[in-house]
């Protein structure tokens, strides 16, 4: 049976694979040409998987007892050196990048999902394999997103993507809600329930995601990709499908505002 990690593994591979098709497709002025992601080109977003894809795979191989911890200047000098690529050298570069970790995420015996632990700088406790891979589903699915968006504007996020970040957000991922929201956007109380799914975003002193059956003060109609991408902030209007709206004492733009994405 097929682990929360091993779903969560598969799931980067498949977006790996389809940014993969996508770049290679893309022209020179493509690369350089505006991304969803605001102020960020096509390049940049690349860029920043590739440098996030080495840090990662890094953290990964200290875990597996492959290599010491990095130091504390080790991101920044990763950083350093993808700023300094050319747009193109980025691209060909999150390609070699993405691949060796999530080759090494595949390669992790399925009888150590549940056990290995992964440490997390940011963190006090070491995040469990899932986790951990959430954390890289949760940067790269949105990221994708961004360069499918710009070259096609009716892009939608992935939909296993989507419903795996629903599943992890409302459970060991949930502390990033607390990073990226701002509840007190929403006005007063709120608890938006995700039509047709389990899932009620809570707005009160804090932002979460839950499956608890509380009661509804309002209402999101429209796919979970959609419900995802509001909560990673890429619901903008010129991205929002016709099918999706909000009724109740929250509006869409309020919404907008508590997630205001990064």
Known sequence: MTTLAGHTIAALRSEHDTLTGVVSALSAEQLTAASAASAWTIADVLSHLGSGAQITLAGLRAALGEAPAPGPDFN??????????????QATGWVQADTALVTALEAIPQERHDDLKVA????????????????????????????????????????????????????????????????????????????????RI???????????ALPATATFTGPLESAIRLIYGRLTPQHTPADVAVTGNVSLDELRAVFPGF
């Open 76 to 89: 920044q000098g990763v950083w350093d050196r993808w700023n300094a690529l050319s747009p193109q050298d």
């Open 120 to 199: 997390i700088g940011f963190m006090p406790e070491p995040l469990s394999l899932a986790s951990f891979a959430a954390m890289r589903l949760s940067e790269v699915a949105p990221h994708v997103w961004d360069v499918r968006a710009g070259v096609d504007p009716a892009a939608g996020l992935a939909e296993p993507s989507a419903v795996l970040l629903a599943e992890h957000l409302s459970g060991g991922l949930g502390f990033l809600l607390g990073f990226i929201a701002k509840p007190a956007a929403a006005g007063e109380h709120a608890v938006l329930d995700i039509s047709a799914t389990p899932y």
């Open 202 to 212: 809570v707005l009160d002193d804090t932002a979460r995601l839950t499956t608890q």
